[in-house]
Each structure stands twice: as C-alpha cells, then as structure tokens.
C-alpha cells in the first residue's frame, strides 16, 4: 500500500469538520506484491487474506489498534500508544517470517513497516497530514521484513520494548522538507524468541485436549460439490462439539483456512489447540470416498488415519465412526469413546441433506443475497422431506437472520415465521441444538427468562462447545443479574472461537457493565470498529461512572447524533434485565452521562 498522500490537501479540507489529535501510525505494505500476484495470483490474495485474518488483525486487535484503511496489499493503523504500535508491528514481522521459514522463497510474503509519531488531522475515518507522510516514508525505507521508526517514536521507547534500534541517521525523503532520523530494529533470532506468540501448548496440559477440523479437500473436481464437502466438515465439527471431555474450535475459525496448502503447526498454533483433523472428499455419483487423519500439533506426529469407501446413504454412519475414532484416541479421554451419543434423527432424503448443508454455509456469511439464496434452499429441502426437523430449525435461523438485519419485508410475517418453525422443528425433534439455541432467544425477546433459561440449558447440554451458544450463555446470565458468570462464559466463547464476530466483545462489555467494573466494559467495548448508538450509550454510561464527565458528554453526544430521538426509558424497554436494580443502575449511569429520560 501506498497511502495516498496529496500534499496540501489538509488546506482544501473545512477545518470545522476536521479535529488534530497526537497519535502513533503504522503503515505495513507487502514487499513485491505485483511480482506475487503474477506469479500465483490467486495463491496470493488467499494468503494475504489469511495473514490477515489469522496474523494481521489480531495483532492489531490484541495491541489496541484501530484499522484506519487497507489499500489491496497494506494497511494503515492508528495507535494511542507507542509501545502498543511498536509491539503490534513485531508480532507481525516475526510471526510472518516464522510462516516463511517453510515457503518456497520466490512466494514468501514479506511486509515492510514504518512507524511515526505526530500530530494528525483526522476527518471522519481518516486521518491526514504530516504523522502521516512520515509514517508512510518510514515504511518505504525498512528492509523486506523490517521495521523503521523515526526519533519520536524512539525517544519514547526507551526501555519499554526489548529490541535493539539501530541509529541510520538523519535521511531526506520525498515530500518532506526536513531530514528525519530514522532507527531500524535489529530482528534477530534473540529478539524473536523474545516477541513471537507461544508455541503450541503441549498435549500434556491441565486444560481440556483442544482440536480443529480443517475444511475437508473437494477432490471431486466439481464446483458444486464445494458444499458438500463444506458441510460434512461442519457436521463432524458439530458432532465433536457434542463432548465435554475437549474443546472445538468453531466452523469460523477453521474456514479461514479453506482451499489453501496450511501448516499444520502454524494453524495449530494461530487457534492455539492440541490436535488438527485433516481430509478430502470424493463424491462420484452414488459413492463417496473420505480420507481423514488426525494430527499430533505439538509433535507433529499423525495419531490416527482412517479412509472410507462407501455408498452416499452411509455417510451419517461414516460421521459417526469418524468422530468416534478421534475422541478414542484422545490422550487419556478413552473412555470417552464408549460413552452414549446423542441420538439425532436423520433424513432419509439424501438431497434434502445436501440442500440443508449449502443454505448453512450460505447464512454464514451474512449477506443479503446468500440469505435470499439459503431461504430457497431450506424451502426445497422441507419440500423434499417436511418431517426433517434440522431443515425446520435452521428455516427459523436463516429467516430470523433476516428479520435481524431487517432484509425482510414484513417484519412482522418474518418473525412469525421464524417461531412457527420452531415449534414445527420441535415437535418433530427435540434434540436439536440449535432450535434450542433460537428459542432461548426469542424467549428471552418476549421478556420470559425462565423459558430463555430452560432452551439454553437444553443447547448446552445437546452442543456445550457451540461457541453462538456459549456466547449465548454468558448473555443470559447477565440479563439475569449474574454478569461475573456472564463474563466467564464470553471469555470461554471467545476461547471456542479465536476468529469470533465481533458482537463477543459488545457481550463481554455489557456484562463487564452490569458487573460495576467500568474501566473493563470501557476496553471491551473499544474493540468493536463501529459501535452503534447503543454501544456507544453504554460507553456514555461507564465513564459516567468511573466520574469522567467530559468523556462521557463527548459518548453522550455522538449517541443523539446517531439518533436525536434518543430517549433513556424507551432505550430500557428493549433491554432485558430480570433484576430492577440492574434496571435502576443503567438508568442512573445514562442520566450521569448527560442522555435525555
């Protein structure tokens, strides 16, 4: 990336709408991107996208950074803290050269990173001016892997960060009028051992053995056997996820890495597990073939394989046989594998499985138009088979999704549906996970907490490691008055899920909120990129609290700028606290914060 920087542009701009701020900025840019894309373009893009996914953004995010803007190949990021900005840029160069070191070198991707301290312009999203343009030079004068920062960044280190800087002097770079000094970290292999993120936790450990299932291979050599290939994984994930004894990294997590050659110790160590399930599917016409083994992350060492060669109407028994190998040979979860299974009815329709399967990964990615296609789909599924109760419950979830994000029509004709199907899925199965998880939900809408509580108490049991449900948990019980447990259950979500929606942390701020402990909530809430009229309430809320009264105004302000109509009581009615203290705190924080009864 190369920021686009057009001097005197600050002076065309109308100062009313523009506020300076001091701030750290980083600028990382991919080295050679051009010569990458031509080579393999399509390899390329897919690693950038999973060095961001995995690498890039939650360096940012675990270091407190802001994404100001990403331009095709780099990025732009704002800091509050120097330190902050100088450690978030060292995980990314060692991690990234950690990920190298098993690359061809012709396609290692390498970034350059220049870091500025300065005084900005920020208009709206996006800031400007001279911090800037240096940050931008710096980064264009750091090595393939390396690091430059200029004096002011440098002279506020001082011992704060264990790297070594080297002095390069005083430089002329372009646009810049006056020389700038500028110091490049020495990344040697001390240092790295001194940043770089943990190994991988070995297997012997107090917590529960940890796995991921990767997305199985389509090895069909059909584009629309994508699905069905996508969707076994997601069933054998969801029947893992059915035993205490371990914890599962959700389905979101583990895509990122679909359709690309992965380092199975690398992956290992970016979701932070114990073991990885690896396979492929072949599907000709009435026959499947799936090949799976299941890998030591640790040691490196293939535990388990197994292939299996059957007819298509098998395939919920070779679910079964697979899942129950793995949890077999677990280290010390034997026992595991003799332990009753949930019973689940399947059905008998083969294509109405496969429709079911692709409307899942369509809803999934949370879009108007796959929503559309996903409703199609269920409908021909329920068609094909109307007593398939999972094809009834995910209609429900896919048409609520709908109705959340307000893409129906009648709002009012969506909600009825949503909850006609439930009770259908219901009545025809009762062991279904997430139909659990849905009506907690819609009880929880109507103000019945005792109806939301027993739904997710059934979710749990049938799907403990289901990270919507666990999540689902700790927000429950903080409507309950219970937000320290609240808070243990959005933190376990958030360990099921390390590429969790960014809503998890809109669940941990609430309950950090409840709890009475502000300066938390205020950092939870932080995280979140765009917060809306209602997080910012709670923001205006917790510094209220905590006596800030001109940061509170400021949150106050930006919530009637959103909504002018903003009144405290109607804000209330939507929430769902049981307790009325609960309700009597929030009430008094709003009114501190300056927001109108």
Request: net charge negative.
């Amino acid at each position: 990336m190369r920021p686009t920087i057009i001097p005197g542009k600050v002076n065309q701009m109308n100062v009313s709408d523009s506020k300076r701020r001091l701030m750290a900025i980083l600028v990382g840019d991919v080295v050679g991107y051009s010569r990458l894309m031509e080579l393999d373009e399509a390899g390329t893009l897919a690693r950038l996208r999973a060095h961001r996914l995995e690498l890039i953004d939650p360096a940012i995010a675990k270091n407190c950074g802001r994404m100001i803007k990403t331009t095709g190949d780099g990025v732009l990021v704002e800091f509050a803290s120097v330190v902050d900005a100088v450690v978030c840029g060292l995980e990314i160069q060692l991690r990234l050269a950690r990920r190298n070191a098993d690359v061809d070198p012709d396609h290692r991707m390498r970034m350059r990173i220049g870091i500025n301290l300065g005084d900005v312009i920020v208009e709206g999203d996006d800031v400007f001016g001279d911090g800037v343009n240096v940050a931008a030079r710096l980064e264009q004068l750091a090595e393939p892997g390396g690091i430059c920062v200029s004096s002011a960044v440098y002279d506020q280190l001082g011992s704060k960060v264990d790297v070594k800087f080297e002095d390069q002097g005083e430089q002329q770079v372009k646009n810049i009028e006056r020389p700038i000094r500028i110091y490049r970290a020495v990344l040697d292999d001390a240092d790295a051992a001194k940043v770089v993120m943990p190994a991988v936790r070995p297997a012997e450990t107090a917590e529960p053995p940890s796995i991921a299932v990767l997305p199985f291979a389509n090895m069909s050599g059909e584009a629309d056997q994508e699905f069905f290939a996508d969707g076994l994984t997601e069933d054998i994930i969801t029947e893992l996820s059915r035993f205490k004894e371990f914890i599962v990294i959700s389905r979101n997590s583990t895509f990122v890495h679909k359709g690309k050659a992965v380092n199975v110790q690398e992956v290992a160590r970016s979701l932070n597990v114990n073991y990885v399930v690896e396979g492929s599917v072949r599907k000709s016409g009435n026959r499947v073939r799936i090949t799976v083994q299941l890998i030591d992350a640790g040691r490196d060492n293939h535990i388990w394989a197994e292939r299996y060669d059957r007819d298509l109407e098998d395939i919920f028994a070779i679910q079964d046989e697979v899942t129950a190998s793995i949890v077999a040979t677990l280290p010390g979860r034997l026992e595991a594998a003799s332990q009753d299974r949930i019973k689940r009815k399947t059905p008998e329709n083969m294509a109405a499985y496969e429709l079911v399967m692709t409307a899942k990964v369509l809803h999934h990615r949370s879009c108007h138009e796959d929503n559309l296609k996903a409703q199609e789909l269920i409908e021909q599924a329920i068609a094909l088979e109307p007593d398939y109760a999972h094809a009834h419950a995910w209609k429900a979830c896919i048409v609520g999704q709908s109705w959340v994000y307000n893409w129906c029509e009648d709002r009012d004709a969506a909600w009825q549906t949503a909850n006609d199907e439930l009770k259908v899925a219901m009545a025809l199965d009762d062991n279904d996970a997430d139909m659990h998880r849905i009506q907690a939900a819609v009880h929880l809408s109507r103000g019945d907490h005792e109806g939301a509580e027993y739904h997710q108490q059934r979710g749990l049991a049938l799907n403990p490691n289901y990270d919507l449900i666990v999540v689902q948990q700790g927000e429950l019980l903080t409507w309950l008055g219970l937000p320290e447990k609240g808070i243990e259950w959005v933190k376990k979500a958030m360990r099921l899920n390390p590429h969790h929606p960014e809503r998890f942390w809109n669940h941990l701020g609430r309950a950090y909120f409840v709890a009475r402990r502000y300066g938390e909530a205020v950092d939870a809430f932080r995280r979140i990129g765009q917060p809306d009229k209602f997080q910012l309430a709670f923001l205006a809320a917790c510094h209220a609290m905590q006596g800030e009264e001109t940061t509170a105004a400021a949150y106050a302000a930006d919530v009637l700028a959103a909504d002018p109509g903003f009144a405290v009581d109607a804000y209330l009615d939507t929430l769902h606290y049981r307790l009325e203290s609960d309700v009597v705190h929030h009430r008094e924080a709003l009114l501190k914060a300056g927001l109108p009864a």
